[in-house]
C-alpha cells in the first residue's frame, strides 16, 4: 500500500487553523467530511474515543489520529500542518505539527493497519517532516508525499 492510494492533494491542510487539540481534531475530522462524505460530528467522535485509549500523538511533531466508522465509505484520509505546533499530549510531550488522520470503515482492519504501518515508515525520516513543515502549499506538500513514497 501506498501513501498515494488514500491520501491526494485535495486531502491536504496546509495551515491548521486549530490551536489545541479538540479544534486540531474537528478540523481533521471536518476536512474528512468535505472530501469524502463522512460525518464531521460522527468522524469527531471516532477521533475522540481513540484519544481516550491513548494519545495518538507518536512524536518528533508527529501525530496519527484515526480510528473507524460505520458507514465510512472507505479509507479517509487528511493531512494537515501547523508551523505553530499544537499541545496533543505527545509521548515525547512535545507539540505536533504534522497530523495524519485515518478514518476507516468498521470492517477494514487489514487497510485501517497497512495505511497506518505505510504512514508511520514515512514520518520516521526526520529530513522528510522538516521538508514537509517547510513546504510553500498543499501541492509542493503533496509532491513530497509522492516522492518520498516511492523510496520506500
Not at 478540523?27 to 460522527?42: F, I, N, P, Q, T
Not at 508551523?83 to 470492517?107: C, K, M, Q, T
Not at 529530513?127 to 509542493?140: N, T, V, Y
Amino acid at each position: 500500500m501506498r501513501i498515494v492510494d488514500f491520501l491526494q492533494a485535495e486531502d491536504i491542510v496546509p495551515e491548521m487553523r486549530g490551536t489545541e487539540k479538540l479544534s486540531a481534531l474537528a478540523e481533521l475530522a471536518e476536512s474528512m467530511a468535505r472530501r469524502h462524505g463522512v460525518d464531521a460530528k460522527a468522524a469527531l467522535g471516532v477521533l475522540l474515543d481513540r484519544e481516550k485509549l491513548a494519545s495518538t500523538g507518536i512524536g518528533d511533531g508527529v501525530a496519527i489520529p484515526h480510528g473507524k466508522l460505520a458507514g465510512a465509505p472507505g479509507l479517509c484520509a487528511a493531512l494537515a500542518r501547523s508551523r505553530p505546533g499544537v499541545p496533543f499530549d505527545s509521548v515525547d510531550g512535545r507539540a505536533a505539527h504534522l497530523f495524519f488522520a485515518l478514518i476507516a470503515p468498521e470492517s477494514s482492519t487489514g487497510l485501517h493497519l497497512k495505511a497506518l504501518a505505510r504512514i508511520s515508515r514515512l514520518v520516521k525520516d526526520a529530513g522528510f517532516r522538516h521538508r514537509l513543515l517547510e513546504a510553500s502549499d498543499a501541492a509542493q506538500m503533496y509532491r513530497m508525499l509522492l516522492e518520498e513514497d516511492g523510496k520506500l
